[in-house]
């Protein structure tokens, strides 16, 4: 008899109970699953590695298109899948279950446990009380009770980690669900922030990415006004971190000492994530978010005055409800000159409970998507010549796992650059084989409006072995992986199991 056969009473008291965390949503939705999972694990559940966990946890968010949608045909499928395993549980959390409340659990009333965004903390005492009481428990609190991050946490990649500095946020855009779910901006004590980023650092972070729905407002809380811009810079003086990234500044916010931070803090990667939304000044006023066209491009003027190699991505959204054909060519010109690199562009679709979904004139589907596929083509344009530029240029690449589909078929390894564009780079044949989170120095040979290629110069690949490789070989090391390389020659090691890659 095998223990998948035995009673599943007994099966629960012989292995620890496993979970699975899908997430729906934005970095933030990814960073909270972390911190979903460590409180799993510190409370005894181990990850499932087999796609049968005992515990599905979805985390949802309310902001993308669909998301209501794509949640209730994950739970229908769960539930075909709850009835074949016995003691399984299903818990959802995150925007949507803010949103909602208890209407998960009349849509879906198979799910066990229904839990907000500010409670994350509860969900395995939620998750004991459902299976003791057997009913489900639904606990949505308005407020934050513990800031998310002092909450254990299991971390993605061992060579960089995200770290919240706030939440909430006191904007109100017109098209944005975030504040009535997130509530108001709640900043973090600076030396708790600190603390944290030290810890990731000696667990072998060599990376980290301040995360905050509005980052540049850092401080209002607390009433410092410049705190942001002495955040990045105290952060600049940890030992070991080598590079910094945060995501996203309000342009509406964004002073000029936190350009000078950027620029004075030579771990601060030369990398701006800057959301336009709109040119035009009248979408922008009717999406309620207080900058213009204006003095958004004089901010990327000033940015690059000073970091002249940052590469700046941004938001856009098209299809606001009123825009014009006038309105529209207002963000292709805006757009025509600042010179993304990259930039995330999405029609605008109805969100309900947002002040958008109510106003009149909202845009045929027809007219959003011609507008959206001529913004594409521009941007694809731009992306490509910006890019371009590149070709030749010397490279420092962090190599990360799972970047880059065609990996496994060629000799080509993935990371990202300094200034966070993906790169797929070539392992000349014979040459030692990088781990995630060393740093390899290569030379651009071809650009995309995506990715870059890169080689190294020579026959061999100049490789720096850093912290967060050791860190990434100590990770393989404990969770009994095969170690894909030696450490030194970068051959494959064989265990007598089937590797993924062709020997080298
Ligand atoms: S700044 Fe606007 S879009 Fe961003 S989270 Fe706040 S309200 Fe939403």
Known sequence: MTLLEVDPALREESAPRTYEVRTFGCQMNVHDSERLSGSLEAAGYVRS???????????????????????????????????????????????????????????????????????????????????????????????????????????????????SISVGCNNTCTFCIVPSLRGKEKDRRPGDILAEIEALVADGAIEVTLLGQNVNSYGVEFGDRLAFGKLLRAAGQIEGLERIRFTSPHPAAFTDDVIDAMAETPSVMPQLHMPLQSGSDRMLKAMRRSYRSERFL??????????????????????????????????????????????????????????AATMPDQLPKAVVQERYERLIALQERISGEEAQKLVG??????????????????????????????????????SAVPRPGDVVSVVVTRATPHFLI???????????????????????????????????????????????????
């Open 454 to 504: 890169a080689a190294p110069e020579g026959a061999a690949l100049p490789i720096r072995r850093t912290r967060a490789g050791d860190a990434w070989d100590r990770a393989e090391a404990e969770s009994c992986a095969v170690p894909t390389h030696a450490p030194t020659t970068g051959r494959a090691v064989h265990l007598g199991l089937p590797g993924l890659r062709p020997p080298v």
């Open 49 to 163: 590695t087999d796609g049968d966990a005992d515990i599905v946890v979805i985390n949802t968010c309310a902001v993308r298109e669909n998301a209501d949608n794509k949640l209730y045909g994950t739970l229908g499928h769960l539930a075909d899948a709850k009835r074949h395993h016995a003691g399984m549980q299903i818990a959802v959390g995150g925007c949507l279950a803010q949103k909602d409340k208890n209407v998960i659990l009349e849509k879906a009333p198979w799910v066990d446990v229904v839990f907000g965004t500010h409670n994350m903390g509860s969900l395995p005492t939620l998750l004991e009380r459902a299976r003791h009481n057997g009913e489900a428990q639904l606990e949505i609190l308005e407020s934050l009770e513990v800031f998310p991050s002092t909450l254990p946490s299991r971390r993605e990649s061992t060579h960089s980690g995200w770290v």
């Open 298 to 355: 004089g901010i990327l003027d000033r940015v690059r005055e000073r970091i002249p190699h940052a590469a700046i991505s941004t938001d856009i959204i098209v299809g606001f409800p009123g825009e014009t054909e006038e309105d529209f060519a207002d963000t292709l010109r805006v757009v025509e000159q600042a010179r993304f690199a990259s930039a995330f562009t999405f029609q605008y679709s109805i969100r309900p409970g947002t002040p």
């Open 393 to 430: 240029s010397p490279i420092e690449v962090l190599v990360a796992t799972g970047e880059g589909r065609r990996d496994e078929e060629t000799r080509r390894m993935s990371g990202r650059a300094e200034d966070n564009r993906l790169v797929h780079f070539d392992v000349p044949e014979g």
